[in-house]
């Protein structure tokens, strides 16, 4: 099978470049060793250029559907003085959704914008042309290479 892109990790950095390849027309295949949904070491803070990306990918209402809790404030501590800084009334926030919730919630938009996803498949290789990759080994959820 032939890929323009072939993306290794389905998390969120692979899962939206995935996303973001497949709407602009390229053929992608994005694989993961992992199962989804499943956790992996992390906080569950997205900063706010995080949440307008969401926004614009049109993913936002659903992350924040799942429930997941906004940041709401934050507090700058002067040392001698420590102040309250609420958000604005209906500005974006902060979020803190579980990798559990947006990973998957990434890799189905991926999936839903035309990726090929290959869970619990693994790289193990890379086949090259002189200075120039070609393609890849994996090895699938079955053994088969
Ligand atoms: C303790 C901790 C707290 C953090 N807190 C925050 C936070 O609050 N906010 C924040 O924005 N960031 C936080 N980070 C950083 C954040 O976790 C990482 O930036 C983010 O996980 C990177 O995402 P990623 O998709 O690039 O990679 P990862 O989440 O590391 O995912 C990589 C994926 O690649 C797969 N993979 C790797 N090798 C192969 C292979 N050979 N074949 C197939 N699959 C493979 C793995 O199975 C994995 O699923 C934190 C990090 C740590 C360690």
Redesign the pocket.
């Known amino acids: 099978m032939t890929y323009d892109v072939i993306v ?8 939206s470049t995935s996303l973001l390849m497949a709407r602009a027309g390229l053929r992608v295949l994005l ?4 199962d989804f949904p ?1 956790d ?8 706010l250029a ?1 949440v307008e990306r969401l926004q614009r990918w049109g993913l936002l209402d659903a992350v924040l559907a799942s429930g997941c809790p906004r940041i709401e404030g934050h507090i700058v501590d002067f040392g001698v003085q420590r102040l309250q800084v609420p958000s604005d009334p209906g500005a974006l926030t902060p979020l ?1 959704p579980r ?1 559990t919730v947006l ?1 998957d919630l990434l890799l189905h938009a991926a999936a839903d914008a035309g990726t090929d996803v290959a869970l619990q ?4 290789g890379l086949l090259s042309d002189g200075d120039r990759v070609t393609g890849v080994r ?1 090895r699938d959820r079955a053994g088969r290479r």
Do not use: Y
């Not at 290794?8 to 899962?15: D, F, I, L, M, Q």
């Not at 694989?31 to 992992?34: C, K, P, Q, T």
């Open positions: 290794v990790g389905a998390r969120c950095a692979g899962g694989i993961d060793r992992a499943s992996t070491v992390s906080g569950h803070m997205i900063k995080g803190a990798r990973d498949t693994s790289l193990t994996l």
